[in-house]
């Protein structure tokens, strides 16, 4: 568990690399925010477009998040999540317990993509100015459809578990991301959420025991901890909000 | 290796249960395809609905195509794929090139999901006749955009690599993923596909090894393997093509 974790995501926003950041603080895991860091310390933007140009090992991601733990690379929100989870004590126990840890990871990394394409619904490379009646219309449905469905499985796992985690009998990566999100929908989406989230009380017990976990509550008050803002996946357009 | 597996997916569309059925039949490994099966044998889309409903063993997935094995229930169809394929001798065996074979395949998952909002890209819920205009838009940013980005990806995987793999020296589930992905955009986009294909010479040399694999070849000419049509992911509707 010495190894040393580079994790490379855009430096200026939460957006996916939050998942994996997630779990590095809170298992307190030795780790470099490598875009973050100074191009002089062999950090910065240019250092991730390299990895992305020549990989590791002949190993290339598609597009950041990535992490590289010596000759590993591993990319995808999710995959990074589980990959550390489980080597830093914070995934299940047994083995179909923690195929289900990942099963959810996945599920919450859908819910990102529908989130980020409430205002991207035509393309990530226009800007949403530029695709604004569509991101009005796909918005209406995330917000009728989506938003419950995902939100009312996560109650119905929490309602069958008897724990007060997703998954297990205690704190997991999955647990992690289900925090994110709802940090996310609260902040993009308000005036929906707080018509709503009474509905999903588990949720918001669990949400709230992760903000209490004393290495993440170390974490979310530092400056490592970016605010949202409307380069991220979760941003707060009003005219995309509403009850 | 005796278990025995259970797939449930949509019995009437290729979609996503088509990567996890894809691995199942190139091990030659024993399993049921639930949704397919007879009701009275215990099949049928009221089997799928039930662990829609109940899950196995309070595990609950979101949405098919999940996989169940014993008291093991593991959904998404990245996350199935890779875990058949570790289990059944199509994973490669360094820990290093196996997060990356999930890296590709979760990256595959994404072009799926892209693929599939171009006939859907305001909501699931609605007719793609109710979504025509934005999908018309998102099509053109998917065909000009996208389908170069990722087709260029998989190339130059193939170009570092030395065996004529995604990963590794032997055939695995990414390379299935890709051949399925393939599969579904000539179908889709035979114009697209007929204008760009050229450039990646060695995208389609391994496309045409894994339909020449005995198992794949031999289900790809069964009743098991089912067309594609305009209920799946991959749709042809001429309007949403073009070179």
Known sequence: MSERYDLYYWPGIQGRGEFPRLVLEAAE?????????DE????????????????????????????????????????ISAYLGERLGLAP??????????????????LVTDAHDTHHPIATSLYYA?????????????????????????????????????VGDRLTYADLGLFQVMEGLRYAFPRRMGAIEGRYPRVIALHDAVAQHPAVARYLASPRRLPFNEDGIFRHYPELDGE
Chains 1, 2 share one sequence.
């Open 29 to 37: 895991a030795p780790y470099r925010d490598m875009a973050r860091l």
């Open 93 to 110: 126990d047994t083995e179909a317990d923690r195929l289900f840890a990942r099963t959810i990871a996945l599920t919450t990394a859908d």
């Open 130 to 166: 530029d695709q604004k009646p569509e991101a009005l219309r796909r918005a209406q449905e995330f917000r009728g459809e989506r938003m419950p469905k995902f939100l009312g499985w996560y109650e119905w796992l929490l309602e069958m578990n008897d724990h007060g985690v997703l």
């Open 40 to 79: 002089a310390a062999g950090g910065g933007v240019p250092a991730m477009m390299r990895v992305l140009e020549t990989g590791i090992g002949h190993h290339i991601p598609f597009a950041p998040p990535f992490l590289v733990v010596g000759d590993r690379l591993v990319a995808q929100s999710a995959e």
